[in-house]
């Protein structure tokens, strides 16, 4: 049996535990494939949740759906994920929190980012556009004949 060819990506989610990203890919043959992303999780989780807030503060459902609506329905985090990562960013005081009301008028947990937030928002965004950037280089290499079909692999 082959190894499976992704044939374009689908959706990137932060499934429940706090452990893991799901990237969710379309196989040839219609089938789909979950790889777990461990190491990036927690810090590209929190990156988006940063720059969230640095355009406002919001409640966690908001922050959710800003992430959702920011990337065109592509990047979807469940509450399973986003509320341990408010808490966590909230506990390294780089997110703060209040109650407050929503634009509905009911009672909400209101974050915002502190001061060491939007720095450390900046850190990350410069190591992020960095590791893009990386990630372009190696993708934009000419491979060698033969190997864009996979032969000669194995």
Not at 40 to 49: A, F, R, S
Not at 87 to 114: P, Q
């Amino acid at each position: 049996m082959g190894i499976p060819i992704r044939v374009h990506s689908v959706l990137l989610t932060f499934d429940k535990t706090a452990a893991s990203v799901g990237h969710l890919s379309k196989l040839e043959g219609g089938g789909a494939m979950v790889d777990e992303r461990a190491d990036m999780l927690q810090g590209t989780l929190d990156l988006l949740v940063l720059h969230a807030l640095s355009l406002g503060p919001m409640h966690g459902w908001g922050v959710s759906q800003r992430i959702r609506d920011l990337s065109d329905d592509v990047l979807q985090v469940n509450q399973g994920s986003l509320y341990p990562a408010l808490h966590r960013l909230e506990y390294r005081d780089l997110v703060r929190s209040e109650w407050g009301r929503s634009e509905n008028n009911r009672r909400a947990k209101i974050y915002a980012l502190t001061p060491a937030g939007a720095r450390r928002l900046g850190v990350e965004h410069g190591e992020w556009v960095r590791f893009m950037e990386a990630m372009q280089r190696v993708l934009d290499t000419v491979v060698p004949p033969g190997l864009e079909t996979g032969e000669g692999v194995g």
